[in-house]
Nanobody
Framework: QVQLVESGGGLVQAGGSLRLSCAAS????????MGWFRQAPGKEREFVAA????????YYADSVKDRFTISRDNAKKTVYLQMNSLEPEDTAVYYC???????????????????WGQGTQVTASS
């Protein structure tokens, strides 16, 4: 069982930066691939970024590539999403998720993510 708690969301002007954190509980955090997803009002939830269980492999949605960076600290049981050059289109509730897998690369996008956090609001104003 893994419980996830996101933090770090907020209101920022377009072009600004935020760093989201996702703290996990449970002894097997390092066995899980971790992902970030987002859902804007009236839209379906979409994949943003993911990182493999070792941290050696990452994968990003095209819309955030070169602006967002995902990382993890297994000793702290925390995954991060550094978001730079934020755009109004990035406004959404951001969720972190955990999936028990040793896959990497593009496979990270389509994993079965078993555990989800409650979400944190990110708003980028124009």
């Amino acid at each position: 069982q893994v419980q996830l708690v996101e933090s770090g969301g907020g209101l920022v002007q377009a072009g600004g930066s935020l760093r989201l954190s996702c703290a996990a509980s449970g002894r097997t955090f390092s066995s899980y691939a971790m992902g970030w997803f987002r859902q804007a009002p009236g839209k379906e939830r979409e994949f943003v970024a993911a990182i493999s269980w070792t941290g050696s492999s990452t994968y990003y949605a095209d819309s955030v590539k070169d602006r967002f960076t995902i990382s993890r600290d297994n000793a702290k049981k925390t995954v991060y999403l550094q978001m730079n050059s934020l755009e109004p289109e990035d406004t959404a509730v951001y969720y972190c998720a955990a999936g028990r897998s040793r896959l990497g690369g593009a496979a990270l996008k389509d994993l079965r993510y078993e555990y989800w956090g409650q979400g944190t609001q990110v708003t980028a104003s124009s």
